[in-house]
């Protein structure tokens, strides 16, 4: 579904701050794959979302969908296809816009940069239906400013955003790190919902390691820039977090404990 192959990313190079972000990483992930990705703080974890969404076009490598080659792609080009949701809940939505203006422009996403306003009764039926799926009560609040509304409902939001127009892919950069651990738990469990649901696709960040092995089917770990552990079916089944932290260990040759990886997330 996915193939990304040799992908390599310097920045500033040729400067005293050259920093190799992504290091001839290739991935290839199969369709309704719900892959969680790990690492310690500067692994390159961002890096791989933000070349496979084009907001940068790497120095090497090759990144398709269904065998289309999407590396010079423009990232607008590719927002029909990608769907992405980070961590600061307030990046996700536009604030001064109603619940359905935000709709509205999600569906419009990947169509055309230009918004057209035009909501019609049909339209309104349908935002409240995929809202109430949320068990949030917005379905009533359609016409409330965004800004109004908490961390955890806005995550929410912008998670039905990012999946409405079912896009080929769903990449999540910690979105549930800044929500209370109970908004964080009921986001997670909107998100497994909607990607079984939808059968997308998913590559999700996490510092959680618990939550990198409950949640999806497979686990990548990423250290320099590489993908240095990728654990899947049995295996997956059987690991435990002190398992998971000797092999990052033995992989990559950094001591690593469990605090570590959970404060790295935690900035
Ligand atoms: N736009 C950029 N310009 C310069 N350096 C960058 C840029 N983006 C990332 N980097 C550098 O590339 C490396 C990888 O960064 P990246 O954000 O991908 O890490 P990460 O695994 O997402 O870390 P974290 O867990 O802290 O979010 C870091 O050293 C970072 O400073
Ligand atoms: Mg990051």
Redesign the pocket.
């Known amino acids: 579904m996915l193939t990304v192959q040799n992908l390599t990313k310097v920045?500033?190079k040729g400067t005293i701050?050259e920093?190799k972000?992504?290091d001839s990483l290739s991935l290839e992930l199969a369709p309704g794959d719900f892959v969680t990705v790990i690492?310690?703080?500067?692994?390159?974890?961002?890096?791989?979302m933000?070349a496979i969404a084009g907001v940068?076009i790497p120095d090497n490598g090759e990144i398709s969908i269904d065998g289309t080659p999407i590396t010079k792609w423009a990232s607008y080009k590719r927002s029909g296809l990608i769907s992405r949701v980070f961590q600061d809940p307030l990046s996700g939505t536009a604030a001064s816009m109603t619940i359905e203006e935000n709709l509205v422009m999600a569906l419009r996403r990947g169509e055309s940069r230009r918004l057209r306003w035009a909501l019609n009764v049909n339209k309104r039926d349908y935002f409240r239906n995929e809202l109430s799926k949320l068990g949030l009560g917005l379905e009533g609040r359609l016409t409330t400013k965004v800004k109004l509304l908490s961390g955890g409902q806005r995550q929410a939001l912008t998670l039905l955003m990012a999946t409405l127009q079912n896009p080929k892919l769903l990449l999540l950069?910690?979105h549930t790190a800044a929500l209370d651990p109970k908004t964080a738990e009921k986001v997670m469990e909107l998100t497994c919902k909607v990607a079984q649901s939808s059968k997308l696709t998913t590559l999700m960040?996490t510092?959680n390691l618990e939550q990198a092995l409950a949640v999806g089917n497979r686990t990548i770990m990423?250290h320099e820039?590489r993908i240095i552990l990728d654990i899947r079916g049995v295996e997956r089944q059987n690991m435990t977090i002190g398992r998971l932290l000797d092999m990052f260990e033995k992989a990559s040759g950094v001591h690593m404990n469990n605090d570590r990886m959970m404060l790295?997330?935690t900035?």
């Open positions: 920045f500033n701050n920093k972000a992504l690492g310690s703080n500067g692994a390159g974890k961002s890096s791989l933000n940068f950069d910690e960040i510092h990423m820039g790295a997330g900035r």
